[in-house]
């Protein structure tokens, strides 16, 4: 069936640096995948998406890249900042699924100081 | 402009009783989503509603779970004969067109629901 899973349930980094937070998925239908970023107490907000016929998509400070071949996705967040402090989720639909989005359990990325 | 909001924010009930959930799409947005955040997991499909088209129910965990979009706008989502394991953040969430699976779902800010 399919499945969206995250590697590592969270990832210090310290300020400046870069952060990659990574994915999986399991069916090969996929392709459209979002990432959305969940502060505390609140609903998830859009980052970022691609759809399956790119491999890497850029916006202000992320990059999502898209491996179809190991049906592994990422995302990277440039000079991470405090504020980048969130649980990520990576999500995905596929053709003839219906729009629902299936999402991964997420991963804490904590920014040090 | 604003977007989707969701009342109330938080809401605690005794094992048993009925809840309603309200969500208000983003303005001229066709289609509405319902998913369940339960503690520490990923998010749940429930629900999904596209203009006047029937809705997708599949994610309904179970008969006691209904919900209902009056004037293709604002959703209420109900929950009969609540039971603890219910107790979850229901979010809600629009996209403009709801016809594509490749579009981007806006999400509000949650109900926070506990059973007791």
């Known amino acids: 069936g399919e499945s969206v899973g995250l590697h590592l349930p969270t990832l210090s980094v310290q300020e400046g640096d870069n952060s990659i937070i990574n994915c999986a998925y399991s069916n090969s239908a996929s392709d459209y995948f979002i990432w959305y970023k969940q502060e505390s107490g609140k609903g998830p907000q859009f980052i970022i998406d691609?759809?399956?016929?790119?491999d890497k998509r850029q916006g202000q400070r992320v990059t999502v890249l898209l491996n179809k071949t190991v049906k592994h996705l990422s995302l990277q967040i440039a000079a991470t900042q405090p504020g980048d402090s969130a649980v990520y989720f990576c999500?995905?639909?596929?053709?003839?699924?219906?729009?629902?989005?299936?999402f991964g359990t997420g991963t804490q990325l904590k920014v040090e100081l | 402009g604003a977007g989707v909001s969701q009342s109330p924010s938080n809401k605690v009930t005794e094992k048993g009783k009925d809840v309603e959930l309200r969500c208000d799409p983003i303005s001229g947005h066709t289609a509405l989503y319902w998913y369940r955040q339960s503690l520490g997991q990923g998010l749940e499909f429930l629900i999904y509603f596209q203009g006047n088209s029937a809705p997708d129910k599949s994610g309904l965990p179970s008969d006691r779970f209904s919900a209902e979009r009056t004037g293709g706008s604002v959703s209420t989502l109900t929950i009969q004969r609540t039971q603890q394991e219910d107790s979850a953040v229901y979010l809600c969430?629009?996209?403009?067109?709801?016809?594509?699976?490749?579009?981007?779902?806006?999400f509000g800010p949650g109900t926070r629901l506990l059973v007791l």
């Open positions: 691609i759809r399956s016929n790119m």
């Open positions: 969430a629009s996209s403009p067109r709801g016809d594509s699976h490749a579009e981007t779902q806006y």
């Open positions: 999500a995905e639909t596929l053709t003839g699924g219906g729009n629902k989005l299936t």
